[in-house]
């Protein structure tokens, strides 16, 4: 069985402590990933261009440091984090402000490190000082506590509508929003990691390239169109 490997993938290579992504696909300090609907968002210096095929859209962010995390899963609300500023801020599809959260001072008691969308006006947040996972609902302003402290020195961080997940070299572990947990050991070396998709791994051993579903432990070869 093959798998077949189209899109432009993205990995954020993250620590309990501090967060410092690592894009890739990168070239002249320029991040580059695209949405499901195929729209393309590069982010420069302060800036995020999105464009649709139709138009250009640029949002600037000069007063918010540096962006740790872009997540466009939602293309109706994008949620740019910033680790060095504590703050999220959440766009529209024309790249228009819904609103900022300031965790400095809305939720002083954390210090988040992975700030995600999950299903509408949820989010995923990670916390580097109790390294415990948040589940917050923007709508009614409550941050709830998910998890126990997290035993992953460093690790992967992946996060879609239904789950977060991480993974370290050994395994990789699944949580609702209710905080119902299952880990999954793998099975498999490789020389490079290339993505981590929550419940798929793509990566390269003796310069062969790979998929690997974790849940059912198959693994499969990847035949990349790109090149």
Same mark, same amino acid.
């Given at each position: 069985m093959k798998f077949v490997l189209f899109t432009l993938m993205v990995l954020s290579v993250t620590t309990i402590y501090a967060q410092q992504p690592i894009v890739l696909n990168k070239s002249n300090?320029?991040?580059f990933t695209i949405d499901h609907l195929q729209h393309?968002?590069?982010?420069t210096t302060e800036t995020l261009t999105k464009n649709d095929n139709e138009e250009t859209k640029t949002y600037q962010y000069p007063f918010f440091g540096k962006l740790s995390h872009l997540d466009v899963r939602? +293309?109706?609300?994008?949620?740019l984090f910033f680790d060095e500023s504590n703050q999220m801020i959440v766009l529209d599809n024309n790249l228009s402000e819904k609103f900022i959260v300031n965790f400095t001072i809305e939720? +002083?008691?954390i210090d988040p490190i992975y700030v995600a969308s999950a299903a509408k006006n949820f989010y995923w947040v990670v916390d580097g000082l109790s390294k415990q996972i948040y589940y917050l609902d923007y709508r009614n302003n409550s941050l709830r506590l998910i998890s126990n402290p997290i035993d992953f020195q460093e690790h992967l961080i992946y996060s879609d509508a239904n789950k977060i997940y991480?993974?370290?070299n050994k395994k990789v572990m699944h949580m609702d929003r209710y905080g119902v947990?299952?880990?999954?050991?793998l099975k498999i070396s490789y020389d490079e990691l290339i993505a981590f998709l929550g419940n798929i791994l793509i990566y390269k051993r003796n310069k062969q390239q790979y998929s690997y579903d974790i849940i059912n432990q198959e693994e499969?070869?990847?035949v990349d169109n790109n090149n």
């Open positions: 300090n320029e991040v393309q968002y590069t982010v939602n +293309p109706l609300e994008i949620v939720y +002083p008691e991480l993974m370290n947990t299952k880990e999954y050991w499969s070869t990847v």
